[in-house]
């Protein structure tokens, strides 16, 4: 395996979160006064996290549980986000 073939295997790890998370601050854009680069971090960061934990308990990428743990923890972080703010 090349470097490029292992950059091309961390995006695409990645790159469920980075949209999930990207798609939540797009739509909770109107609901927070904060700006959406720092809730899109914030969020593909702990998706990224949801996803190594996924892959660790699992041992291999990929698994509907962990695009689960994905959905349910990006949906927890903004749920808390949402009664931090008021």
Known sequence: MTVLDA???LVNFALPAVFVGGV???WGR???KRGVCQ???INSMIGIVALVAGLMLFGV???MLSY???IF???LTQ???SFKKS
């Open 7 to 9: 950059l091309f295997h």
């Open 24 to 26: 939540l601050a797009l």
């Open 30 to 32: 109107r609901y927070n």
């Open 39 to 41: 809730i899109w971090l």
């Open 61 to 63: 990428d990929g698994k």
């Open 68 to 70: 689960a743990l994905l």
């Open 73 to 75: 923890s990006l949906g």
């Open 79 to 81: 749920l808390i986000r």
